[in-house]
């Protein structure tokens, strides 16, 4: 078995079902009584939770793939980036039903709240990675237009952090521990990313550089 093969058919299904399982959790606490004496605040948290894990596991597919020398593992970041915006979605609709889909409301919430805005904001940049995600963007956009494009997750990320950050405020040490995986991501990402100009600039220079001339002899 080939490591596409491993991974579209043994590990690809393992993280779908993964993915699935905080809603599939979500659900049957609901059913059962344990989301607590505020199910609207619960799961509201449970799925700001979820979105930044898979955000980060999203970030880690190319630093485990150079690392592990495991090429095939790009196959999993398509659907990862789309079940952390599956999760954010229904963060923002569970937000939107808790403030009674007052558009009055909603913006001034907005405006007034300073994480209410970054974690706006971050969803909504989170919008355009998620349409155009599919083969057909890629093509339409190029490779390196839809590359650039797709660089604001890091930025979308930021901004959950610190929407996380700012909305527990001391009380819990997780927004800080986020914040810290998230450098570190960034940090690879910046060095893949030198790495590789460095190498296009070595290989422009050897194709550039004249042959060298030939030996004459009597």
């Known amino acids: ?10 590990l690809k299904p393992v993280a779908f079902v993964l993915c699935l399982l905080p809603a599939a959790l979500a659900v049957w606490d609901g059913f059962t009584g344990g989301l607590g004496a505020n199910p609207i605040e619960e799961i ?6 979820t979105t930044l894990t898979l955000l980060m596991v999203t970030l ?6 150079v690392l592990l020398d495991v090429p095939a593992l790009v196959l999993l970041r398509r659907m990862l980036g789309l079940f952390a915006f599956f999760y954010v979605a229904s963060h923002f609709s569970i937000y939107l039903f808790d403030q009674f889909f007052s558009l009055e409301f909603i913006l001034e919430d907005i405006l007034e709240r300073p994480y209410v805005t970054v974690g706006f904001t971050s969803f909504v940049l989170l919008i ?15 490779g390196k237009r839809w590359q650039l494009l797709h660089r604001l997750v890091y930025v979308a990320a930021a901004g959950g ?19 810290l995986v998230l450098v570190g991501l960034l940090g690879f990402r910046l060095w893949t990313i030198r790495r ?13 550089a004249p042959a060298p001339s030939p030996v004459q002899t009597d």
């Open 161 to 179: 952090v610190l929407h996380f950050l700012w909305k527990v405020k001391a009380e819990e040490q997780r927004p800080v521990v986020y914040g």
């Open 1 to 10: 078995m080939t490591q596409s093969q491993w991974v579209r058919r043994v």
């Open 128 to 142: 355009p990675l998620a349409v155009t995600s599919t083969n057909g963007w890629v093509k339409r956009l190029g």
């Open 44 to 49: 509201t948290h449970r799925t700001g939770i």
């Open 196 to 208: 590789s100009q460095k190498r296009r600039r070595r290989t422009a220079d050897e194709v550039a």
């Open 60 to 65: 880690a597919v190319t630093p485990a793939r």
